[in-house]
């Protein structure tokens, strides 16, 4: 599966598969990760392959910790939890929000 239609793929599965007039991923924020929300952001061909790319990589993060919780290596993992633990949540919103407004400005 080619790259983009992979990316493109994990946006609409994201997006619930809702999609505008030209066929582009529509992405619906939330107060819990958006400042700015609710709104409705149209994912253009650049949009999609920023915003697949970040799930992705999310993704994969998630996986990795779960993977060192359940094992015997959970040593490793608690230093993450507990960075985490302490991140200020007005700041990530903050951070999420500003780069929403520049995926929403690619297309």
Do not use: E, H
């Amino acid at each position: 599966m080619p790259t983009a239609k992979l990316l493109r793929t994990i946006a609409l599965a994201v997006c619930g598969g809702n999609v505008d007039a030209n066929l582009r991923p529509l992405l619906t924020t939330r107060a819990l990760f958006d400042d700015k929300a609710p709104r409705t952001i149209a994912l253009g061909p650049r949009a999609v392959g920023q915003f697949g790319w970040a799930l992705l990589a999310v993704g994969i993060a998630a996986v990795i910790v779960v993977t060192l919780f359940y094992s015997d290596a959970l040593w490793l993992a608690l230093p993450a939890a507990v960075a985490l633990a302490f991140v200020p949540r007005p700041w990530l919103r903050q951070m999420i929000t500003n780069w929403l407004d520049r995926l929403a400005a690619l297309d």
